[in-house]
Nanobody, 116 residues
Framework: QVQLVESGGGLVQAGGSLRLSCAAS????????MGWYRQAPGKQRELVAA???????DYADSVKGRFTVSRGNGKNTLSLQMSSLKPEDTAVYYC??????????WGQGTQVTVSS
C-alpha cells in the first residue's frame, strides 16, 4: 500500500503562483511514475504533469511553459510549481503514483482556486 499526502493548494489571483507538494510513503517500487491530475467541477479528471523515476516528464499542452513538475532527491516527493495561473486552472489537484509492476494510488486532493 502507498500513502500520498498533498499540500500547498489555496486561493491566488490570476497571474500568481502556487507550489503543490506530495509526499509518498509505503510500498513504492523503483520503477514508478508520479503525476499531478486535476478535476474541475463538471469535468473529467485530467493529467496536468507527470515524471517517472528517471526524470522523464510529460505535460498537458494547457500548462506547458507555466508549470514545472519535479521530484525530490529521495524520489518519493513530488512538486508542481505553477506560475502565470489562470482562472481555468481552478480545480482539485490530485497526486498519483503508479508502480509499473502494479498498483496505482491517489492522494486526497488539494483545492486550487484562481480568481480573475
Amino acid at each position: 500500500q502507498v500513502q500520498l499526502v498533498e499540500s500547498g493548494g489555496g486561493l491566488v489571483q490570476a497571474g500568481g503562483s502556487l507550489r503543490l507538494s506530495c509526499a509518498a510513503s509505503g510500498s513504492i517500487f523503483r520503477d514508478n511514475i508520479m503525476g499531478w491530475y486535476r478535476q474541475a467541477p463538471g469535468k473529467q479528471r485530467e493529467l496536468v504533469a507527470a515524471v517517472d523515476n528517471i526524470g522523464v516528464t510529460d505535460y498537458a499542452d494547457s500548462v506547458k511553459g507555466r508549470f514545472t513538475v519535479s521530484r525530490g532527491n529521495g524520489k518519493n516527493t513530488l512538486s508542481l510549481q505553477m506560475s502565470s495561473l489562470k482562472p481555468e486552472d481552478t480545480a482539485v489537484y490530485y497526486c498519483k503514483l503508479k508502480n509499473l509492476a502494479g498498483g496505482t494510488y491517489w492522494g486526497q486532493g488539494t483545492q486550487v482556486t484562481v480568481s480573475s
